[in-house]
């Protein structure tokens, strides 16, 4: 036997060892935060700060912000607690092939593009939906970004500190990507590493020991309870304004929002709070890189030929709402030759390739209750094609329409055929074909002009969509909207390109580092 295969095989026996070994579920211990769905409770209610959107970015902020604040986070989805498809790692992937029009905790949308995709719709947002794979944001995306680098890390260890966990093991099909990415020349080997850093390495994860997932609903728990109040299954339909004719100015004064399921027309409203005879708190929008844009395009904020089509009353003629739009396009390969009945299993390895222009991964992933897909899956990192996001109805529980424009560039394409070369080398690893007992893959495609057709057919998302109201033209440097007073942007819509290997960590840290920066800001502190 090779010597390859004899350590293969080694670690197999050692991960399926571990693997099999039965943890004791932990308690999700007990919350203290206030946490409701009945809408009447908050109706007519005054907060310091409304958070729009408990996702990956506004949980952390309402946690921070809360500290001294009160904070009003009202979610469109329900509680993740309790919910087994959510909280076990066994169940990764489930919520995404479950998925219904108003009430699943993934809304399913497909882009203009054609290409299939979904958001979260929970608290917790993506973070309760997705791989659980945790990896800081490149230095340079931190420079670029103009974020103080101290405040950064302070940030990410807080994030870190609370919900952040090291592999205790890597599962059998996760060994087996580790050597397989390798075996290609995807070098140096980093082992285990919370930073974005070319070549194999292995990351942190939400999932702990216990196979349980921690989701950024879990940094609540760093708030002050008795200034921290949660609406879950609640809707914002519009932002409420002031106009003040002498100064000129505009400012946000409140919300209006819905039940969920109920009926878009019984609307309640919830409000910013008045000292001294004047506001100095936000409502700051953290619903997403869908939900963000369609929400100030609802409130009369974007270009105004959109909102003259669906009679919304402009508020400010803002062209760059919902532009700039921009997903990494995949490529994902099969490599099993047909469904199999494997435990779904996130991915806890990547590769990223010498010119930080290519990241993999790996999962096993379900089709159905009872069957999966071993799949390894390649990203660009920077592409350069951009799309749009307009309004198709003036429900904000449906999806707005957006197209990402996949591969429409020249750049783009040829990357893709370059990455499209290198998935097929992983995929014909004898790493691999070991792992599954068969012969090694066939080639993907041969001639570049086969790879092209192949990039352009078989291009989907790895759900790290971004953009529509970004930094520098529709907010300013500290998330704040131009031209409005009391609103502010704080979430993916606001990146010009996805951070690191998966955004999730530096969206976590980024509610938290903002949160902070408010707090100072709100003390007179530089």
């Not at 500190?161 to 390798?182: D, N, R, T």
């Not at 919830?270 to 369609?294: C, E, M, T, Y």
């Amino acid at each position: 036997m090779e010597l390859q295969q004899i350590l293969l095989t080694s670690i197999l026996l050692l991960s399926f060892a571990n693997f099999g070994f039965s943890f004791p579920s932990q308690p999700q211990g007990n919350r203290k935060w206030h946490m409701t769905s009945d809408v009447k409770e908050v109706s007519g209610k005054s907060y310091d700060y409304i958070i729009v959107g408990g996702g990956t970015c506004g949980c952390p902020l309402a946690a921070t912000l809360s500290q001294k604040f009160s904070v009003l986070l009202i979610e469109r989805g329900g509680s993740p607690y309790g919910n087994p498809y959510v909280t076990e790692r066994r169940y990764y992937g489930f919520p995404l092939i479950q998925t219904d029009k108003y009430m699943s905790v993934a809304q399913f949308f497909t882009s203009q593009d054609g290409v299939a995709n979904v958001r979260g719709r929970v608290l917790g947002g993506s973070s309760a939906i997705n791989g659980g794979f945790y990896s800081r944001a490149s230095d340079e995306f931190v420079g670029k970004s103009g974020w103080d680098k101290k405040m950064v890390k302070e940030a990410y260890e807080w994030v870190e500190s609370k919900v952040v966990f090291p592999p205790f093991f890597l599962s059998p099909w996760q060994s087996v990507a580790e050597f397989s990415l390798l075996e290609s020349g995807v070098l140096p080997y980093n082992g285990y590493s919370l930073e974005h850093v070319k070549g194999t390495k292995i990351s942190g994860s939400v999932f702990d020991a216990f196979g349980r997932r921690h989701t950024s609903a879990d940094l609540l728990d760093a708030g002050n309870p008795k200034l921290l109040t949660v609406l879950v299954n609640a809707t914002v339909k519009s932002i409420i304004f002031d106009h003040n004719g002498n100064k000129n100015e505009t400012r946000a004064k409140g919300i209006r929002f819905i039940q969920s399921h109920g009926n878009l027309e019984q609307t309640h409203e919830a409000f910013i709070k008045k000292h001294n005879n004047s506001r100095r708190g936000d409502v700051i929008l953290a619903a997403g890189a869908l939900g963000s844009p369609q929400l100030l395009l609802l409130s009369g904020i974007g270009p105004k030929e959109q909102l003259k089509k669906f009679n919304i009353p402009l508020v400010l003629d803002m062209k760059n709402v919902g532009k700039g739009m921009q997903d990494n396009p995949c490529i994902a390969v099969l490599v099993d030759s047909k469904p199999q009945k494997r435990i779904p299993d996130p991915p806890q390895v990547a590769g990223i390739t010498s010119d930080l222009k290519v990241i993999i991964e790996a999962a096993i992933l379900p089709l159905s209750s009872n069957s999966t897909r071993v799949n390894v899956a390649a990203k660009l990192a920077f592409p350069s094609s951009r799309g749009f996001l307009e309004l198709s109805n003036t429900d904000p529980r449906l999806n707005p329409s957006v197209r990402f424009n996949y591969l429409a560039s020249e750049d783009d394409m040829e990357e893709c055929v370059k990455m499209t070369q290198l998935l097929n080398k992983i995929a014909r690893s004898k790493s691999i074909a070991f792992f599954l007992g068969e012969s090694s893959q066939n080639k993907l495609a041969s001639a570049e002009d086969d790879m092209r057709k192949f990039c352009k057919k078989n291009v989907r998302t790895i759900y790290h969509y971004h953009g529509g109201n970004l930094v520098g033209s529709v907010v300013d440097k500290d998330y704040k909207v131009y031209g409005v007073k009391g609103l502010r942007v704080l979430d993916g819509s606001t990146f010009s390109e996805s951070p690191g290997t998966n955004p999730m960590a530096t969206l976590l840290m980024l509610g938290r580092y903002q949160g902070i920066k408010i707090l100072r800001e709100r003390e007179g502190v530089k």
